[in-house]
């Protein structure tokens, strides 16, 4: 009987392992972060669709926009500049000085991004009025005063994901990627289910309740799931201590480069607000679609690039560090590539599928369409770029990125300006896309230069045979959609039975002409479906 309850306790015991991904591995990691971030895309899919459903793409969905760019905004200075930060100079004490240090490190980063969070909460509460007229001048004063309101409600979100990042941090570098799948799952989850439980009651503020409710999930999932063996937080305020120093070295350019960064959406969104109602939210729809598909293909890409790469630079392995470069920039844009291609041809059709009921009508579409026809090309290179980035930020080199971001961010700017007159909001997406592609291909010269070369003729080579195919792809569904017209107006059956055939065709075309390239991604898939 004994045996029989220790060998219950032991398998108990291994489960729960590999959910919260503390099972060695980096393929079951990529799994585990691969399965909950695809959970996690449909809960916030099925969130943006009843927002869609209840009150389509008008001034209260343009205010909710405007409203989501402060605090998004202070929460990626916050979680960014310390979050990207954080797991080399981890890593390396961890390595060199031992896990006690390792502790007094991270006491140190939770205690003054709490208190960073709670300053910039209190500033943002006060100065939000002026804030909202910044982001937004051509909103009518009904959005404007809405839009107000939104930032209140949303402003704790800027202290809680800052130190759920920095908790999401220390179990990637536990390999417990499960977990941080898990995270985000809750996040996700806990959003839509406070849309379902409340949008009655709440009318047009459950949008931001939701965002606040869902980051409070992942707060407390972080902050309850022991992010390591006796681990207890102390708050500690001293600032003597190298790593520290190190950390906050690192974090003061990311935060500068962070927050150029951001202006780009905010440039954006200026802009969209002078155009005819409902452009904002035309953006915003595109880039949360943007997002949505990148939950799923990137983000567990990223979060091993992370966790990779600091290991390797703390070992001073170059040679391993430059490999597993080459191998994450392939594999990712194997997957980003044609999806981004894909997406820019079926744009009309995608919206239309996912958004298309309730108040969100064919009107709606179209103006969400025109806007993404120019944004989805931007997944293509949103990989890439954010993969030497974090090269970048494991070699302890944060002021590079930065300067690169300034001059993106100006680019964007005149881009804007330029194409905002022929295009409306699909040239401010365009422009985006343009800046963006420039700036990850100064990237990738200057990092080759830097980690004294990453085999850029062996990279460019690889993505000829991704580049290729993918347009082939995206050729065949452009013809086949010519063929077989897609109706706005009709059914939605047929619509979605006519897009799956349009994305079951674009599949088919790539892993022919794929495989015809000799393409190392598509024979490898081949030959593991072959052994299954």
Request: glycine residues 10%; aromatic residues 8%.
């Amino acid at each position: 009987m004994a045996e029989r309850l220790r060998s219950l306790r032991d398998g108990f015991a291994g489960r729960l392992g590999w959910l919260t991904g503390t099972t060695s591995g980096r393929g079951r990691g990529f799994s585990l972060m691969s399965a909950g971030n695809l959970l996690a895309a449909v809960f916030m899919y099925l969130r943006q669709a009843e927002f869609a459903r209840m009150f389509g793409t008008d001034w209260r969905t343009d205010a909710f926009a405007i409203a989501l760019m402060v605090p998004t905004l202070l929460r990626e200075i916050v979680a960014n500049s310390f979050g990207s930060t954080f797991l080399p100079v981890y890593s390396d004490v961890v390595r060199n000085r031992g896990m006690k240090a390792a502790r007094a490190l991270t006491d140190r980063v939770i205690t003054w991004i709490g208190l960073a969070g709670v300053l910039l909460t209190v500033v943002l509460a006060v100065i939000r009025a002026p804030l909202v007229r910044a982001c937004g001048p051509g909103l009518a004063p009904q959005a404007r005063d809405l839009a107000e309101a939104m930032v209140l409600v949303l402003l704790p979100t800027v202290l809680l994901s800052a130190v759920s990042g920095i908790l999401q941090g220390l179990y990637n570098h536990q390999r417990r990627f499960g977990m941080t799948a898990l995270i985000r799952l809750l996040e996700m989850g806990g959003s839509y289910a406070t849309v379902l439980a409340a949008s009655g009651r709440l009318g047009v503020m459950v949008m931001p309740a939701s965002v606040l409710c869902g980051v409070l999930a992942a707060f407390l999932a972080a902050a309850l799931g022991s992010p390591g063996p006796g681990y207890r937080w102390k708050p500690v305020l001293d600032t003597r201590e190298p790593a520290f120093g190190t950390q906050i070295s690192m974090a003061v350019p990311v935060i500068v480069g962070t927050l150029l960064g951001l202006l780009t959406p905010f440039i954006n969104r200026v802009f969209a607000s002078l155009l005819t109602e409902s452009s904002v939210t035309a953006l915003d729809y595109s880039d949360r679609m943007v997002k949505i598909a990148l939950s799923v293909v990137f983000l567990p890409v990223m979060t091993l690039a992370d966790t990779a790469f600091s290991d390797l630079t703390a070992r001073r392995d170059m040679d391993g560090f430059r490999s597993e470069l080459r191998s994450l920039l392939y594999w990712c844009s194997f997957g980003m590539v044609p999806a981004s291609l894909v997406l820019a041809v079926l744009a009309g059709p995608v919206v239309s599928v996912l958004f298309q009921r309730g108040s969100f009508d064919a009107g709606s579409t179209r103006l969400v369409a025109w806007s993404l026809v120019f944004y989805a090309p931007w997944i293509a290179q949103y990989g890439f770029g954010t993969i030497l980035q974090r090269g970048f930020y494991a070699l302890k080199d944060t002021k590079t990125p930065v300067a690169l971001g300034v001059w993106a961010m100006i680019v964007n700017a005149l881009l804007c300006v330029l194409l905002v007159g022929p295009l409306g909001v699909g040239g401010l997406a365009l422009a985006v896309t343009l800046a963006s592609t420039a700036k990850t291909v100064l990237q990738a010269v200057v990092l080759d230069r830097k980690a004294g070369g990453i085999g850029a003729v062996g990279i460019m080579a690889d993505h000829a045979r991704i580049v290729f195919p993918a347009l082939i792809a995206a050729g065949c569904v452009f013809a086949l959609s010519r063929f077989a017209k897609f109706d706005l107006e009709a059914p939605f059956a047929e619509r979605a039975v006519l897009l799956a055939i349009y994305i079951a065709v674009g599949a088919v075309a790539y892993l022919l002409a794929s495989l015809a390239a000799g393409s190392p991604g598509a024979l490898r898939l081949l030959s593991r479906e072959g052994r299954s």
